[in-house]
C-alpha cells in the first residue's frame, strides 16, 4: 500500500510539474462549469491510467526478482544521502533493472495521461491551473465532487 501511495504521489507529480507554481501565478479567475466537467473528465481517465500504471510497477518489481518492500526500502535509500545503501552485486542488478522499468511505466503512463487530458478538450496547462485552483477554493472541491458522483 506505501509503494502504491508513494508511486501515485509520483505520478501525479510529473504530472501536475509545476501546479505549485502554477497555483501561484494564476489569477483568480472563475473556473467554468464546462472547465469543472471537462476536468472531473479527465481526472477520472488520469486516475484510471494511474491506477494500471501502479499495478504494471508493482508487476515489474515482482517480475524482476525482488520483493516489493525491499525495493522502495533501496528506491528510498539512494533518494537520501543521508542513508547509506546497503546492497550487492545481484540485488543491485535487479533494483537497477526494475528502476528502470519503472521509469518506462511512468513515462508511458504520463504520455497517456496528457493524451486523455487533451482528449478532454483541456490543455495540460489548463489542467493544471483548474487542478491548482480546486485545491485552493473549498467550494470547487464541492462542485467537483458533485460533477465526479454524477459521472458515476
Not at 500500500?1 to 510529473?14: D, G, P, R
Amino acid at each position: 500500500m506505501l509503494f502504491t501511495k508513494k508511486i501515485t504521489l509520483l505520478i501525479l507529480s510529473m504530472l501536475f510539474g509545476i501546479a505549485g507554481l502554477t497555483a501561484q501565478t494564476v489569477e483568480k479567475e472563475n473556473v467554468t462549469d464546462d472547465q469543472l466537467k471537462k476536468w472531473a473528465a479527465a481526472f477520472k481517465q488520469v486516475q484510471t491510467i494511474d491506477q494500471q500504471a501502479q499495478q504494471n510497477m508493482i508487476t515489474a518489481v515482482q517480475e524482476s526478482g525482488m520483493e516489493v518492500p525491499r525495493f522502495i526500502e533501496l528506491q528510498q535509500a539512494q533518494a537520501d544521502p543521508d542513508t547509506e545503501l546497503k546492497a550487492e552485486g545481484e540485488e543491485v542488478a535487479l533494483f537497477t533493472a526494475a528502476s528502470q522499468k519503472i521509469q518506462q511505466i511512468q513515462q508511458e503512463a504520463q504520455q497517456t495521461m496528457q493524451v486523455k487530458i487533451q482528449d478532454e478538450g483541456l490543455t495540460i496547462t489548463e489542467y493544471q491551473e483548474v487542478g491548482a485552483m480546486i485545491q485552493s477554493d473549498p467550494k470547487l472541491q464541492e462542485k467537483l465532487s458533485e460533477y465526479m458522483q454524477a459521472e458515476e
